[in-house]
Nanobody
């Protein structure tokens, strides 16, 4: 497992942008698939998939609601994965979590990840 720390959350206006970062400790970061999930207010038991990326960065997946607006990327030299969020909407308001799993194909289900960060709050005002 790896230790994960998210940053970059905050308050944005609708139509604005934020960039989330997730720094990982440990070795062999490039062998870990990484994912971003979010938990919206009032949905504490539902962790929604947002995006995931393979260790090399060659495979990415997105949930339909963020396609064309969000971009997941990674810098393996810095052990960091990013989520660039553009054209933000109020419904993007949530706590965003990054997750890691040492697999080739990046999962889209929370239970398929075994390392999680503490989360970072994103609030989008209308």
């Amino acid at each position: 497992q790896v230790q994960l720390v998210e940053s970059g959350g905050g308050l944005a206006q609708a139509g604005g942008s934020l960039r989330l970062s997730c720094a990982a400790s440990g070795r062999s970061f490039s062998t870990y698939a990484m994912g971003w999930f979010r938990q919206a207010p009032g949905k504490e038991r539902e962790r929604e998939f947002v995006a995931s990326i393979s260790g090399s960065g060659g495979i990415t997946y997105y949930t339909n609601s963020v396609k064309g607006r969000f971009t997941i990327s990674r810098d393996n030299a810095k052990n960091t994965v990013f989520l660039q969020m553009n054209s933000l909407k109020p419904e993007d308001t949530a706590v965003y979590y990054c997750a890691a799993r040492r697999v080739d194909i990046p999962p889209m289900i929370p239970h398929d990840y075994d390392s999680w960060g503490q989360g970072t709050q994103v609030t989008v005002s209308s």
